[in-house]
């Protein structure tokens, strides 16, 4: 019998976990990793620098209103397709030892057309927020206003079920666009200096199980990097920054003839196991 456990691990409670045991370090005193972007790789005298060490992690699971209870008034087409899923995720999981965002979209993949479909159009976007470039004699950070970075990262994601799967910290967010710059390192960078800085704020990958609201799979992705470009020239610096964000999701649902070919014993096994997943 599948276990949510030999699918999701240690992450098995939900993506609220996840972010709860993930500690946010706004120092920066994550492990350092070069990974600017080539159009600034080519300015002149450019350092760049990328800090890596947030909140990212394995496949997670959202559960949304499903429980032991709930599950079993679900229709049961459904029921052999969370068995179905969840099969073939442990045995992905069991040879690799983890679950990327690709094993998750080619467990759906091998399934369509036959027995799945999507449900709605899939989600493949990419959008910025910049905080306007500042002059600075010297440098002093400015967090841009949360309820700006919420409101962009709100119509960036445009979908309620996975903000409240989710609910990332938009206050560590708009921090970390302020501690991202360029600072003063050595007497010849008083005097110009320009640096590339990014920052991986989110990467997480994560599973949403279908229930009465959402009669579908939902996977999806969000990936979050605040960046920053600074120039200094004499005392004068000028300062921009953001965060860069990728969302990618998709959805699936039985076809009508889904699972057709089981035999009447299959299906209630299948479905009595699907029940005890979650008892």
């Known amino acids: 019998m599948v276990t949510l456990d030999s699918v999701f691990g240690s992450h098995r409670s939900g993506v609220h976990h996840l ?13 350092v990793n070069v990974n600017a972007e080539q159009s600034f790789l080519r300015s002149a005298n450019l350092n760049h620098t990328g800090e ?6 394995e496949l997670a699971p959202a559960y949304g209103t499903l429980t032991s209870e709930t599950i079993k008034a679900m229709d049961d087409h459904l029921k ?3 068995v179905d899923i969840m099969h073939a995720l442990a045995e992905r999981r069991k040879g690799s030892g983890n679950l ?14 036959q027995t799945l479909e999507h449900y709605d159009t899939p989600i493949d976007r990419t959008d910025s927020f910049t905080k306007p470039a500042q002059l600075n004699f010297f440098k002093v950070d400015g967090s841009p206003d949360p309820t700006v970075v919420e409101s962009w990262f709100t119509r960036f994601i445009s979908d309620t079920d996975v903000l409240q799967s989710t609910q990332i910290d938009i206050q560590f967010m708009a921090s970390i666009v302020a501690q ?4 003063i390192k050595d007497i010849v960078s008083l005097f110009y200096g320009k640096e590339y800085h990014e920052t991986d704020l989110v990467d997480i990958v994560v599973l949403r199980f279908p ?3 959402h009669p579908y799979f939902k996977a999806f992705r969000i990936k979050l990097c605040a960046w920053s470009l600074s120039e200094r020239i004499l005392f004068v610096q000028k300062d921009q920054s953001g965060i860069k964000g990728e969302y990618t999701a998709s959805t699936y649902r039985p076809t009508k003839t889904a699972y057709d070919s089981m035999t009447e014993q299959m299906r209630e096994d ?6 005890d997943i979650f008892s």
């Open 52 to 57: 890596q060490g947030y909140l990212h992690g």
């Open 211 to 213: 229930d009465f609201e």
């Open 100 to 113: 990327s965002w690709d094993d998750v979209l080619s467990v759906f993949a091998e399934r369509q057309p």
């Open 19 to 31: 972010i709860s045991l993930q500690a946010y370090d706004t120092n920066l005193k994550a492990n």
């Open 270 to 275: 299948a479905i009595q196991e699907a029940e």
């Open 180 to 183: 991202t710059g360029a600072t």
């Open 80 to 82: 052999l397709m969370v």
